[in-house]
């Protein structure tokens, strides 16, 4: 039995890595699959479908079979694998222009995309906000966007402000969504009055990498928006720029512990040794965040380096921190 299959995606990221999980296991046909996840087969044909169009396995002769790929994707945990063929899937170009000129896109209009690209007979709203939503979670799965209340953003800080939460700073992201050494590139490019295009221009990136750098130098208070719609460099900036090596550390780890998210998840570290996706999920469920996994996985590969480079914690393996006395000293009650 074979189903017919689409070039559109059916499932959100979770299904194609359990299904990649079962394959390097050793689960290869689809009555092994069907054992071994206890769905029948037609819902097996559906989640072999998307692995299948992106490319990260292939059939022989009854046998679904990972490629090289897949053993990254599941044991390195590296999406980068995916990124490329997500891209080039009918709709996804499109609805990725939409968000780069729009700085958001409804679900619905993601959807309606989708089924447009892909041939779909959809005519419903309901459909195509189901569509929306699987592409709007692979769109965040991979970075290039950031999932919300029916809406996918291009710049994860919208995705906070749409609620006045307690983890929200005054401007910004509310939490680093780049790493340390990348605040110093930036800077050293901002002059007085610099424009979005000029540092466009000088930056090698894409606009959404581009736009959370600099929302993080918001909420950090190393730059500042100018009357004339630039961007200009703070008082702060300027400090952090002429300093040593250790004083930089100092004024990045005390502009951090000023952002909400930040102290909220500082206060929740334990005394011994800890897990940055554990705690994430902790400040999660007691602010009713409702994070997704892969939002707090995101939040979590983010703020790892920060709390070594700021000497708040320090690496015991590759995965696990252990607090360093500032974290204790520093502590402050709860946004």
């Known amino acids: 039995m074979c189903l017919m ?26 009555d092994e699959l069907s054992e071994e996840m206890g769905y029948g087969q037609n819902a097996i044909y559906n ?8 490319g990260i396995i292939e059939k022989e002769e009854g046998e679904y079979k990972p490629k090289e790929e897949a053993r990254r994707i599941i044991q390195l945990k590296d999406r980068s694998p995916l990124k490329d063929p997500f891209l080039e899937l009918p709709g996804v170009k499109k609805v990725k222009d939409r968000l780069t000129n729009n700085s958001e896109v409804s679900f619905e209009q993601i959807g309606r995309d ?26 965040d799965y991979l970075e290039l966007g950031y999932y919300g209340d029916g809406t996918l953003y291009a ?6 402000s749409e609620s006045e939460a307690p983890l929200q700073p005054e401007k910004g992201a509310n939490s680093p969504a780049c790493r340390p050494k990348k605040v110093f590139e930036l800077l050293d490019l901002v002059e007085k009055n610099t424009s979005l295009q000029e540092l466009d221009e000088k930056m090698d990136y894409e606009r959404s990498t581009l736009n959370n ?15 004339t719609s630039g961007i200009s460099i703070t008082d702060v900036g300027k400090e952090l720029r002429s ?6 550390r100092k004024i990045l780890r005390d ?32 602010y009713n ?6 939002t707090v996985q995101t939040k979590g590969k983010r703020i790892y380096r920060w709390l070594i480079y700021t000497e708040l914690a320090e690496e015991i393996k590759n995965g696990t921190l252990r607090p360093t006395d500032i974290v204790e000293r520093r502590k402050t009650p709860d946004p």
Do not use: M
């Open 255 to 286: 502009q951090l512990l000023s952002l909400p998210f930040v102290r909220a998840f500082c206060n929740r570290i334990p005394e011994d040794e800890f897990s940055v996706h554990d705690v994430i999920q902790q400040v999660s469920d007691d």
């Open 114 to 139: 989708i089924a447009f690209e892909t041939g779909s007979n959809a005519t419903d709203e309901d459909s195509f906000l189901t569509y929306g939503r699987v592409y709007a979670n692979w769109f």
């Open 289 to 294: 965040r409702g994070w997704s996994d892969t």
């Open 213 to 227: 750098l600099i929302s993080t130098c918001y909420a950090l208070d190393l730059i500042e928006k100018t009357p």
């Open 243 to 248: 300093s040593s090596q250790g004083n930089r």
């Open 5 to 30: 299959t689409t070039e559109r995606l059916y499932n959100r990221p979770p299904q194609t890595l359990n299904t990649l999980e079962k394959l390097l296991a050793g689960a290869t046909t689809v």
């Open 155 to 160: 710049n994860e800080a919208d995705v906070e």
């Open 47 to 54: 989640r072999l479908h998307d692995p299948r169009i992106l």
